[in-house]
């Protein structure tokens, strides 16, 4: 059973060209048909049954995976929360499906706003694994890459590089080449996406992208095509449209037909033009477009969304979204544009006052963006 796994941070920047050997590590959540109500009573069978703690964490992913897409956040939440309650116990006899459940939960307590909770599960997804598999096991190194990933999602960009560096000579050491290059691009992909952003990390960046260029490795080569992508983008973003032209002009050749992102402008501005307070409930909308060989995106559509959305944020992500631009690709003979159909959801992290209780939420917002398309195996990002 897949978990709800959300892949947070600036790693989206990372091409998903180079990740395509590692997919069942940071599955995306799909719709899989089953109602809402259906999971809800096989879960409870489950329990009154007393199932096994392997089928309990099973019907618990599915149910809450059903809970969100419902937009019933806080349910997802509670749902994961139960099951971690009830499993988290049974770690060493079943560390892989206590690791997915961590993982699911840590996700999902991101998007409810307190993302410092969901970097501590993730934590726990990896001791885990440590525990159950060994530290150097490449399911191990991959969930610490996670915990890189879930350190920039609290600001903690010092932290998640020397997470990333660390997996980075682990995985060296134990002859992991995959792993190393994955560790690699995700520094490099980082700086990438900072250097975007803010001048002063352009140095940063082509350090990065130079030290995966500079390997010889046969088992880096899909990593190297990664780090000329990088490089690309890096100077597409110095300019307007005409310079992404011109960088995707310089790309060696067309890719699969699969997305690996090339331009992806911010979700939101630095004026998102809210305007009131954080809301009580969960704002969201899915939205369905299409993407074109020559990597445009069309017709971009909002399916559905939250009974209420707050000032201009949707028509923020709707405008983002249609600006993106994707590597060419080669459909062959099927010469069909992809569809996609993602989640965006508006998230106002919570902060605490003196002791435990939450006192309030942030003024600034942030997005987080899941891949809802059957079949998709692309990754989701918090921006």
């Known amino acids: 059973m897949r978990a709800l796994i959300v892949l947070t941070a600036m790693t989206a920047a990372v091409p998903v060209e180079a990740q395509e050997n590692h997919q069942d590590t940071v599955p995306t959540i799909m719709v899989t048909g089953s109602p809402l109500a259906e999971t809800g009573r096989k879960l409870k069978d489950c329990l ?37 309650n009830r499993n988290a116990r049974y770690a060493k006899a079943y560390p892989v499906e206590v690791s997915d459940l961590q993982r699911a939960y840590g ?3 991101d998007i409810a706003g307190l993302p410092e909770n969901g970097r501590v599960l993730q934590i726990f997804a990896f001791e885990t694994l440590r525990a159950g598999q060994g530290g150097t096991s490449e399911s191990a190194l991959d969930q610490l890459l ?26 060296r050491e134990s002859g992991q080449l995959q792993v190393q290059g994955r560790a690699m691009l995700r520094q490099a ?12 990390y352009d140095d940063l960046a082509r350090r990065q992208i130079e030290r995966i260029e500079q390997t010889s490795a046969p088992e880096l080569a899909t990593y190297r095509i990664a780090a ?15 310079s992404i032209d011109k960088a995707i002009a310089t790309l060696p050749a067309k890719g699969k037909a699969r997305l690996v992102p090339f331009y992806d402008p911010p979700l939101l501005p630095a004026d998102p033009g809210i305007g009131v307070a954080p ?3 969960p704002e969201w909308i899915d939205l369905r477009y299409r993407v074109d060989a020559s990597g445009r995106v069309h017709d971009v559509e909002q399916l559905r969304g939250s009974a209420h959305l707050t000032g201009d944020w949707a028509r923020h992500v709707r405008t983002s979204v249609a600006r993106r631009r994707y ?5 062959g003979t099927d010469g069909d544009d992809l569809v996609r159909i993602e989640r965006f959801t508006l998230v106002f992290d919570a902060f605490a006052g003196t002791g435990t209780h939450i006192s309030g939420r942030a003024d600034a917002a942030r997005i987080v963006a899941l891949d809802l398309t059957p079949g998709a195996g692309e990754r989701s990002a918090s921006r």
Do not use: W
């Open 279 to 281: 809301p009580s409930d």
């Open 146 to 171: 996670l915990t890189g990933d879930a350190s920039l999602t609290t600001g903690r960009l010092t932290r998640a590089m020397d997470v990333y560096r660390k997996v980075e000579r682990k995985a």
């Open 327 to 331: 590597v060419p690709m080669d459909f």
């Open 189 to 200: 992909g980082t700086y990438t996406t900072l250097a975007t952003r803010a001048a002063g």
């Open 48 to 84: 009154a049954r007393r199932c096994t703690p392997k089928e309990d964490i099973a019907a618990s992913l599915a149910h809450a995976e059903n809970q969100y897409l419902a937009g019933d956040y806080e349910g997802a939440r509670a749902t994961l929360s139960r099951s971690h």
């Open 107 to 109: 996700s999902v307590t």
């Open 228 to 242: 000329g992508m990088l490089r690309a983008r890096l100077a597409a973003s110095k300019g307007g449209e005409a």
